[in-house]
């Protein structure tokens, strides 16, 4: 931001407005102002280097989803889709955490390094015309999460763990808030779920398919909210 009414764009934005949005001098686009408002920019000056908006901030971002989404950290190449998808949607506490089926591998990856989670959090805000930056949190133990943090975490929530076989069919249209846990690929093995029951949780399942974490947490959400 050059002022409070003005920037320059470069980079990956800078392309995006060229190549995707095939934009000319004089046009208007939508921005907004990380974890602030929402508003019009006039492009008064473009070129292959550089572009210099004029911007009218005038709306709030669109509400958040009520929901802690906590999930057994994924493959390196879904989790940054997962991350994306979840921030699109209007997740702002996303929990990764270890559990037996998390190969210990999957820990050093690079799309765990906080450059890497902020930009693939900002194409998620970017798709959704969002502005608040998400809160993603990375917990390497199980237990001590589960029985430490868990209980505080989805205090006053209603608490599921989404795991296939459970008996009973995920809600709809939930008016209250929601701490939801998801498994890794192939889920919590039985020992995780009775963990995750015991500080107050209740199982849903999402029919007899198996689906793949990518599929399951925007189903899950569509469902809930």
């Avoid at 550089?50 to 879904?78: D, E, F, N």
């Avoid at 608040?132 to 599921?160: G, Q, W, Y």
């Avoid at 296939?164 to 846990?181: F, N, S, Y």
Wanted: hydrophobic share 40%; proline share 8%; charged share 25%.
């Amino acid at each position: 931001m050059l002022s409070e009414n003005t920037a320059e764009i470069y980079g990956r934005r800078l392309e995006h407005i060229h190549k995707t949005l095939g934009a000319k001098e004089k046009d208007t686009l939508v921005v907004g102002l990380e974890n602030d408002q929402v508003g019009t920019a006039n492009i008064t000056h473009l070129e292959k280097a550089k572009a210099r908006l004029t911007i009218q901030w005038h709306s709030p971002p669109p509400p958040a989803l009520p929901v802690t989404l906590i999930i057994g950290l994924p493959r390196p190449k879904m989790l940054k889709r997962i991350i994306q998808t979840a921030t699109t949607m209007g997740v702002k506490d996303l929990y990764f955490i270890h559990s037996w089926k998390v190969e210990k591998s999957f820990w050093h990856s690079p799309w765990l390094k906080d450059e890497k989670i902020r930009d693939n959090c900002i194409l998620g805000l970017e798709q959704a015309k969002d502005t608040i930056m998400p809160r993603i949190h990375l917990r390497k133990r199980f237990k001590p999460f589960v029985e430490d943090e868990l209980p505080s975490i989805s205090e006053n929530t209603l608490k599921l763990v989404a795991h296939p076989g459970e008996a009973k069919t995920c809600p709809l249209d939930v008016r209250e808030a929601i701490t939801l846990a998801i498994g890794p690929e192939g889920g919590f093995t039985p020992y995780e779920v009775e963990k995750i029951k015991e500080v107050g949780f209740e199982g849903i399942h999402l029919g007899p398919r198996i689906l793949r974490v990518e599929t399951a947490v925007p189903t899950l959400l569509a469902k809930l909210f």
